[in-house]
């Protein structure tokens, strides 16, 4: 990554005080990881089938905690694939767009 430029506040007319507090990588990460582990749950139904299945081995406990085991799985697999790509948009959002904000007036600043 190259050394960023900071855009001047209006407010001040200087750089000095601009730093960057937001980007809309870290966005898309957390959308990302918010819509993939909906996902993830959702597509996890079998695999809480499955658990459950074999949880059904140890009576009405098993089948529980096996389905509840799957379910979690897939959240977090989802979790994690979504909040990678997520973050791959995001990226390439952030490229055009980032937000800087001045310490002095507190002023939001889009670069
Ligand atoms: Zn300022």
Same mark, same amino acid.
């Given at each position: 990554?190259? *050394?960023?430029?900071?855009? =001047? ?15 809309? =990588? ?8 918010? /819509?993939? /582990? ?25 089948? *529980?905690?096996?389905?509840? /085991?799957?379910? *979690? ?39």
């Amino acid at each position: 990554m190259s *050394i960023l430029e900071k855009p =001047e506040c209006p407010h001040c007319q200087t750089s000095k005080f601009v730093v960057l507090v937001g980007t809309a =990588e870290s966005m898309g990460t957390a959308v990302g990881i918010g /819509a993939g /582990a909906a996902v993830g749950y959702g597509g996890a139904a079998s695999g809480a089938a499955a658990g459950a299945a074999l949880g059904s081995f140890v009576p009405v406990v098993g089948t *529980i905690l096996g389905g509840l /085991a799957g379910g *979690i799985l897939g959240a977090l697999t989802g979790a994690v694939t979504g909040g990678t790509l997520g973050h791959k948009v995001g990226e390439r959002i952030d490229r055009s767009r980032k937000l800087f904000k001045c310490n002095r007036c507190s002023s939001k600043i889009y670069g």
